[in-house]
């Protein structure tokens, strides 16, 4: 009896030994888990730390870097008389340095290049020796310094006949899915407001409004044409023009041969005439002026406005692409008169 007594404690001492063995390591290793599960949280929030918004990434004080001509001597690329790239490609196309003056601005390392070798257009690290992306072609560059001096810039790259929008990083922001962006050729602020985040973009021979570093779609790719003002857009769709808020709230609209915001006005043209408007849709001046042209964004063929101090605006007008003015105007937006003045 006093075995079977003696038997049955050892036993029961036994089970509280192995009970205490099995939560001791039930203890380390809940305890090594959360560790591991703690570290992997720490380690996520380090890399969120350090990683650079797109915003940052994208923008810096805006400066203008002017390198001296590079030239291809015996197969080799230069800037400043430093080598930045060996020619592999040597055919009929020549290799080149790309962009000169229109990639004019300085980046986060001060050391990428638009490079052409043979059938290649890529952003080239020559500090690092490397290619950071490679497309069919690089088409253009939209930049654009804001009140703080940052410059917000991109690259418009074409990939497969259609295009995409590129950071000047090397960042894929926009995959190549448009048949345009900012037709391209960007001489003039209508086409895109990149401190806003909006450019224009086509498909179909339709145009639309996008986040250049989203993709996001503001305006849908429903219109004949659109022009991006720092407040407005002037949307035009079947010979229908309207001036519109951001948030495409209209504001005026009509039947016209074509309108334009210029120096805080509105500008409508109907056939040969012009009118002017406040930007509430209000007609500012009772007569209008005669173009023969409409109002193009180049720099100009159809007419030039400029605001003076005293709140007048200087209006000239040009019957050719010599850009010689034929007739001039000023307009008295306060008293509503348009008086014929020398030009200049």
Same mark, same amino acid.
């Given at each position: ?16 030994? &192995? ?15 959360? +560790? ?34 590079? #030239? ?32 004019? @601005?300085?980046?986060?390392?001060? +050391? ?60 894929? /922001? ?25 450019? +224009? ?15 996001? &779609? ?16 002037? /949307? *035009? ?7 519109? +808020? #951001? ?7 009509? $039947?016209? %041969?074509?309108? %334009?915001?210029? *120096? ?27 173009? *023969?042209?409409?109002? $193009? #964004? ?17 209006? *000239? ?11 001039? @105007? ?6 509503? %008169? ?7």
């Amino acid at each position: 009896m006093s075995e079977k007594i003696e038997k049955k404690k050892n036993n029961k001492a036994l089970i509280i030994i &192995i009970s205490i063995i099995l939560f001791v390591i039930g203890f380390i290793l809940g305890y090594n888990l959360l +560790s591991d599960e703690s570290s992997k949280e720490n380690d996520n929030k380090k890399k969120e730390e350090n990683k650079e918004p797109v915003s940052e990434v994208l923008y810096k004080p805006y400066e203008t870097c002017i390198y001296n001509d590079c #030239h291809d001597e015996n197969g080799k690329l230069y800037i400043d008389d430093k080598e930045i790239y060996e020619c592999q490609n040597k055919g009929e196309e020549e290799c080149q340095f790309l962009f000169t003056q229109q990639f004019a @601005y300085c980046n986060a390392t001060d +050391s990428l290049a638009v490079l052409q070798d043979g059938d290649k257009v890529f952003l080239y690290d020559y500090k690092n020796k490397k290619v950071i992306f490679e497309a069919d072609f690089i088409t253009s560059t939209f930049e654009q310094p804001n009140s703080n001096g940052e410059n917000y810039a991109y690259l418009v790259f074409e990939q497969d006949g259609k295009k995409g929008i590129l950071s000047i990083y090397g960042q894929v /922001l926009v995959d190549a899915k448009y048949d345009d962006i900012g037709n391209s050729t960007p001489t003039y602020n209508g086409e895109y407001n990149v401190t806003k985040k909006m450019i +224009s973009v086509t498909n179909n021979n339709l145009m639309g409004v996008i986040n250049p570093e989203t993709g996001e &779609i503001i305006v849908p790719l429903e219109y004949d044409n659109i022009e991006i003002f720092d407040d407005y857009y002037v /949307l *035009e769709k079947a010979g229908v023009y309207s001036l519109t +808020s #951001h948030d495409l709230e209209e504001i005026f609209s009509g $039947e016209y %041969t074509d309108m %334009t915001v210029l *120096e805080n006005y509105l500008f409508v043209q109907e056939d040969n005439d012009v009118f002017i408007y406040d930007l509430e849709g209000n007609k500012v001046i009772d007569n209008s002026f005669k173009t *023969e042209y409409t109002f $193009e #964004h180049n720099y100009l063929s159809g007419y030039n406005v400029t605001s003076n101090e005293d709140g007048t605006l200087d209006i *000239e007008t040009y019957t050719g692409d010599e850009r010689i003015a034929t007739a001039c @105007y000023n307009a008295n937006p306060e008293s509503g %008169t348009l008086t014929t003045i020398v030009c200049k």
